[in-house]
């Protein structure tokens, strides 16, 4: 069955870095866009970046623009997000996913198999 493992959260201040990594299984996973969501608490999970089977594609949500950086690995089944600069704001809990197609999606309903989530705080 598909698996996504994401790791590399943790607590960091302002103005820091973490990557985060989700390691995918199960799956034909060269063949399928992946995407990184945040949801903090009480709020809705939101896009945070995506891509697409070949790397060749991206999108950033305004808000990460600059500072996030997302890329994979189709040798490895990984998908990375690099998270520079880091805000408080930025403080949620963060997930990947694929959409089982070679096309990413800005909406949350286009993919179909989630990870567990990584907790990233950011403190000021």
């Known amino acids: 069955q598909v698996q996504l493992v994401e790791s590399g959260g943790g607590l960091v201040q302002a103005g820091g870095s973490l990557r985060l990594s989700c390691a995918a299984s199960g799956l034909t996973f060269g063949s399928f866009a992946m995407g990184w969501f945040r949801q903090a608490p009480g709020k809705e999970r939101d896009i945070v970046a995506a891509i697409n089977w070949s790397g060749g594609s991206t999108y950033y949500a305004d808000s990460v623009k600059g500072r996030f950086t997302i890329s994979r690995d189709n040798v490895k089944n990984t998908v990375y997000l690099q998270m520079n600069s880091l805000k408080p704001e930025d403080t949620a809990v963060y997930y990947c996913?694929?959409?089982?197609?070679?096309?990413?999606?800005?909406?949350?309903?286009?993919?179909?198999?989630w990870g567990q989530g990584t907790q990233v705080t950011v403190s000021s």
């Open positions: 996913a694929t959409t089982l197609t070679s096309y990413f999606t800005r909406e949350t309903l286009g993919y179909r198999y």
